[in-house]
């Protein structure tokens, strides 16, 4: 690596598909109102729809996506050590606020993606398997078209999550909270990170606007299709203040698309 730091996973340990069924994907196209997490702006899940709320023994932990009735996408750094033990695991959905939840679901199962690596977070992506079609045909919730083709950099994209919003304050968010994100090159990242590999992808704000922690497992959104799942930052002073990019799983990687190609046939 380029420089000495330390990393700090943005979920809070470390602190295309269409509903079966044909039902409606959510379009994801952007937001009507601008910001970020931190520093971000209130927004309702109404307008969004595939965001869900990672609980672990009914704590917030993370954010998830649906990417099919049955299927949910999140971070592998966020359930890798609930593998085995998947009835900890419940997902919230159809509510913009964390202690309002409007549908709880349970997880069957949890695969983790294979080469998954906790030394350097490459490939870090998890589905999540529910009952069968259990997401469809709720209120304010439907899937999220998966990203099928490369991102130029600079592209204007977008996280929604309820991760930390104040950088003065622990506590991660009881709203959505929504964030405009940047694609920045490998180049610009790897002077932050090292080597980026290719199933990762970055952004910034630029505006002293940034994911933070409880934000891991969260869509990158780009054009309308889920992008890349918010992995990890910089775990110094400037965590979450943009001076640095965010490390995302990226979803059309060729090695974290086959898997998520594999465990739901999407």
Not at 27 to 43: F, H, L, P, T
Not at 58 to 84: K, M, P, Q
Not at 87 to 95: D, E, I
Request: hydrophobic letters at 35%; a positive charge; glycine letters at 10%.
């Amino acid at each position: 690596m380029k420089q000495v730091i330390s990393l700090v996973l943005l979920g809070l340990f470390c602190s295309n598909g269409v509903l079966a069924g044909k039902a409606n994907e959510t379009k994801a196209n952007g937001a009507s109102q601008s910001g970020r997490v931190i520093n971000g702006y209130e927004v309702n899940i109404a307008n969004y729809r595939y965001p869900l709320i990672l609980m672990i023994d009914e704590r917030y932990s993370c954010g998830a996506s649906i990417i099919t009735a049955s299927h949910a996408l999140t971070a592998a750094h966020c359930v890798n050590d609930f593998v085995y033990s998947p009835w900890r695991v419940t997902l919230y959905g159809g509510s913009s606020y964390v202690n309002r939840p409007v549908v709880r679901i349970s997880v069957g199962r949890i695969a983790v993606h294979p080469y998954y690596n906790t030394n350097n977070f490459n490939y870090d992506a998890a589905v999540l398997t529910v009952p069968s079609n259990a997401f469809a045909g709720n209120s304010n919730m439907a899937g999220i078209a998966l990203q099928n083709t490369e991102v130029p950099d600079g592209t204007r994209c977008f996280v929604v999550g309820w991760g930390r919003y104040d950088i003065n304050r622990q506590e991660t968010s009881n709203s959505l909270r929504y964030t405009n994100l940047y694609i920045v090159s490998n180049y610009e990242c790897s002077a932050t990170f090292g080597t980026i590999s290719p199933d990762q992808v970055c952004s910034k704000n630029y505006f002293n606007m940034e994911t933070c922690s409880g934000d891991s497992g969260s869509a990158l959104v780009c054009n309308g299709r889920l992008t890349g799942i918010v992995s990890f930052g910089v775990g110094d002073n400037r965590q979450c203040t943009s001076e640095a990019p965010t490390v995302f799983a990226k979803v059309f990687g060729p090695t974290v698309r086959e898997f998520i190609r594999r465990q739901t046939g999407i």
